[in-house]
């Protein structure tokens, strides 16, 4: 409304004192006209006159900003309290009311000062109305600012089942209904609105414990019981959406508290409509879950499409145990974004088949026509023809460069008209509308007009060339004054830091072309390291001892990667007698490159030594295929490890849950950074450290490796170019994605990132909510430093002083960050704590 998004013709009212007190005038901060929107006449408690503001969209609401008539001193009308209608059609209107049922929203108690007050739940709404209420007859004006974001996820509406009690023996009686659904309640099913499922609120693992205030057992979740609900054995939802659209995939966020009888759905099948009037098709896309009995997290289940077009899905979640529950619903779908001056207009239903039908005609002239008159029909058709197909060669060539242009240049991941659309709001999403004033911006940035919608890369030619840039910004900061962490940093207290104690590192820092990647068998980076240091190799290089390859007893298959395989072995003879090995083996096919690479990689591993790096035991390169044993601990990655544990407390003992202890954590944190700081003192950088690469044994001694890539399990994680792994972009500092630049500094804001999921026990990936698209977007934001950039939260098991440490290594200037050194001294006094 401020910034004037909000056209004045998108704000009507149902009434107005003058013309200079018409509802165009109704917005926040703004002083136009007699300064506020006013209703005609006194108020009286039962009137219900409105201001009504058309979004021109489907929009998430979160927060509603209201102000009374100030006029530069001279007004006196304000509204103390107002309602909310709001219809996402136009034509059906429902009235907001808040978690515990009240429609009332407390607003000013002047003319001045403005009252925001947040939405719980929130409103998905295409249009909205404030309706002022007055307990006494009188006049009320309001200045109104709306705060949220695009509902790209296009739901209207779903049905279901409602949800049902639960009376567990021995615990509290769970009501898990959707307390706050606006449909319609008949038949014991829920029809024709939205609730807890699009609320952006997520359960937790607990289902009896709830995030809301006041809030009762089980009120997050959705759940129902097999015995009851069904005698097929699932519960059936059907979701309707605004137009046909392309479906990519479908994340459901259900319990899994297998201890009590609930678990995520064993299978779902989903058919597709593809007009709302017309029927189902008959083929269903059907996905069968991987159920896991030893992890009782609550979790995102992310279910394929397949792409199918449709207006609407039915899906049946079939049971997996005796109770079943969902707390939020989204979808990843597929179109072509709109601006508000062009909203999507429904097309006539068989326009192709039309075009067809004409040529067809066009081409079979009946008798009774004259024969000159089908030329320039055939003509048109002829044209129309010849331009689709022009168009449909010009994206495939456009396509395929763009394909090209994405394989040779990682740092290119995205054009420059990349837009990301943010499907849900969350508490880890900030959200200001209208924008902040820009802070001092880097002279290379260019702020986009419209606000909805950002460029991932700047349009400075410079910033296109990431070696001009570097040249002209080698650090992007030469201040250490101007601290992104805000103040002194104190040992050995982690809560401040500062640029004198742990800020600066005498080590240099190396830029990708200064550097040799290894790609070895696994196709990923283990460590970046000056080319100086593997300029040159022969076989006398590798200190490791030769080994013979009869003693490798092969146990399981860890991975694959680009390169060749990595797998789980006993070796025979080795010291320590038979203990298990990780083996690294390159194909005998591999190219010369692959084969230089894995020897260089070999040299590189024989140079380190250090309790917490995971260590080159021997080597077998006497024939083909050539092969580096390594370390292997019998607790696996620490991300499995710590997935698959909860925080110790009296209820994990008395239920033998695997758990993990506060101090744990810290020891983990303390060791990964003491390994970090070793390889910074070879000036090694590792570009890819993460939990997934961090190995344990029974001990807890972690050791960091390089495996996570080569891992299916972790595919995931990283960011795909035609199909083969390349980044672990939801771990990269921003200059690494934008610019290509992997340093010390880099490795420490993947630090940070892995201490978050040591923090969060590895239940969930860094920016779960986001896309890769919104990830990488969201590294723009940090170079633009507008404050607009989304953050990770702060684990509940976190404490605050740890989690200004992690701040600290998302700092966007590269000298600003600690050093792996630093890390370390202000980690270790808390371990014994």
């Not at 597929?334 to 192709?352: A, G, I, N, T």
């Not at 982690?494 to 240099?508: G, R």
């Not at 698209?773 to 605050?800: D, H, K, M, S, W």
Request: proline share 7%; glycine share 6%.
């Amino acid at each position: 409304m401020q910034d004037g998004r909000i056209v004045g013709d998108d704000i009507t009212a149902s009434s107005q004192w003058h013309e200079t007190t018409g509802p165009k005038y109704a917005r926040l901060n703004r002083e136009e006209g007699d300064g506020a929107w006013c209703p005609e006449g006194e108020r009286e408690p039962s009137d219900s006159q409105y201001l009504q503001v058309d979004l021109g969209q489907l929009t998430f609401v979160t927060v509603v900003g209201t102000q009374g008539r100030y006029a530069r001193g001279s007004g006196k009308e304000f509204a103390r309290a107002y309602r909310l209608n709001y219809s996402r059609d136009g034509t059906l209107w429902r009235t907001w009311k808040n978690r515990h049922g009240n429609p009332v929203v407390e607003a000013n108690s002047d003319t001045y000062n403005a009252v925001i007050k947040d939405l719980h739940p929130p409103i998905i709404t295409r249009v909205l109305r404030i309706v002022p209420v007055t307990a006494l007859s009188a006049p009320v004006c309001m200045r109104v600012e709306l705060y949220g974001c695009p509902w790209e996820d296009g739901l209207v509406s779903y049905n279901s089942a409602e949800g049902q009690l639960m009376i567990p023996p021995g615990f509290p009686i769970a009501s898990l209904n959707d307390s706050i659904y606006d449909g319609t309640h008949q038949r014991r099913r829920l029809s024709g609105g939205l609730g807890q499922l699009t609320d952006g609120v997520i359960g937790q693992d607990d289902f009896l414990l709830t995030r809301q205030y006041h809030g009762w057992p089980g009120y997050d979740y959705l759940g129902w019981r097999n015995d009851s609900i069904s005698t097929l054995g699932y519960v059936e939802m059907e979701f309707v959406f605004d137009r046909q659209r392309n479906f990519t995939s479908m994340k459901v966020h259900s319990n899994n508290m297998f201890s009590r009888g609930v678990k995520i759905f064993s299978s779902v099948s989903c058919w597709f409509k593809p007009h709302l009037p017309g029927g189902w098709e008959t083929e269903p896309v059907v996905f069968h879950t991987v159920l896991d009995d030893r992890n009782p997290s609550a979790r995102y289940v992310t279910v394929p499409l397949g792409r199918r077009a449709a207006a609407a899905l039915r899906c049946q979640f079939y049971f997996a145990d005796v109770w079943m529950m969902f707390s939020e619903i989204s979808f990843l779908t597929l179109y072509f974004p709109f601006s508000r001056s062009q909203q999507p207009r429904p097309s006539p239903p068989d326009q192709h088949d039309a075009m067809i039908i004409s040529a067809v005609t066009a081409t079979n002239p009946t008798n009774d026509q004259p024969e000159d008159s089908n030329t320039p029909v055939l003509i048109g058709c002829l044209v129309t023809i010849i331009l689709l197909l022009v168009v449909i060669i010009f994206l495939i060539l456009w396509c395929q460069y763009v394909c090209k242009v994405l394989e040779k240049a990682p740092r290119q991941i995205l054009d420059e008209d990349v837009t990301v659309r943010l499907s849900s709001c969350s508490d880890t999403i900030v959200l200001r509308t209208p924008p902040v004033p820009p802070r001092a911006a880097p002279p290379t940035a260019t702020v986009p007009s419209d606000p909805h919608y950002e460029r991932v890369f700047l349009l400075d030619p410079q910033y296109q060339n990431p070696a001009a840039l570097r040249n002209k910004l080698p650090e992007l900061s030469q201040s250490a004054e101007t601290s992104g962490c805000g103040g002194g940093y104190a040992e050995p207290d982690i809560t401040q830091c500062t640029p004198h104690q742990c800020f600066h590192s005498n080590a240099p820092h190396y830029a990708e072309t200064d550097v040799v990647r290894l790609q070895g068998v696994t196709g990923s980076n283990m460590y970046a390291v000056p080319a100086l240091t593997v300029d040159s190799l022969t076989r006398q290089d590798i200190s490791a001892a030769e080994f013979p390859r009869q003693r490798l007893v092969f146990r399981e298959k860890l991975g694959e990667g680009q390169f060749g395989e990595v797998h789980l072995c006993e070796g025979e003879g080795l010291p320590g007698g038979a203990v298990l090995v990780a083996v690294k083996q390159l194909r005998a096919d591999a190219t010369s490159q692959a084969r230089n690479d894995f020897l260089k990689e070999i040299k590189i591993m024989s140079r380190l030594s250090d309790p917490n790096i995971i260590q080159l035991l021997c080597v077998c390169v006497a024939s083909d295929p050539l092969c580096m044993v390594t370390e292997y601990m019998e607790n696996g990655d620490l991300n499995m490890f710590l997935s698959q544990r909860e925080i110790e407390s009296t209820l994990t003992h008395a239920n033998n849950i695997p758990s993990v202890s506060l101090s744990d954590l810290l020891h983990m944190s303390v060791q990964i950074s003491s390994g970090m700081k070793y390889l910074a003192s070879l000036n090694f950088v590792h570009r890819d450290l993460a939990t997934r690469n961090c190995l344990l044994d029974r001990r807890l001694t972690i050791k960091i490796a390089d495996f996570g890539m080569s891992r299916n399990l972790y595919s995931s994680d990283y960011y795909r170019i035609q199909g083969r792994a390349v980044l672990p972009i939801r771990w990269m500092a921003w200059e690494s994605i934008l610019l290509g630049k992997f340093t010390m500094a880099s490795d420490v804001w993947a630090f940070g990132v892995t201490l978050w999921e040591v923090f969060t026990l590895c239940k969930e990936q860094p920016y779960s909510l986001l896309s890769d698209q919104q990830v990488i977007q969201n590294t723009g934001e940090f170079f633009r430093n507008q404050g607009r950039q989304v953050l990770l939260y702060a684990p509940p098991l976190c404490p605050p002083s740890l989690f200004k440490l992690m701040m600290c290594c998302w700092g966007r200037d590269t000298a600003e960050r600690p050093t792996f050194e630093g890390l370390y001294q202000a980690l270790r006094p808390h371990v014994n704590q």
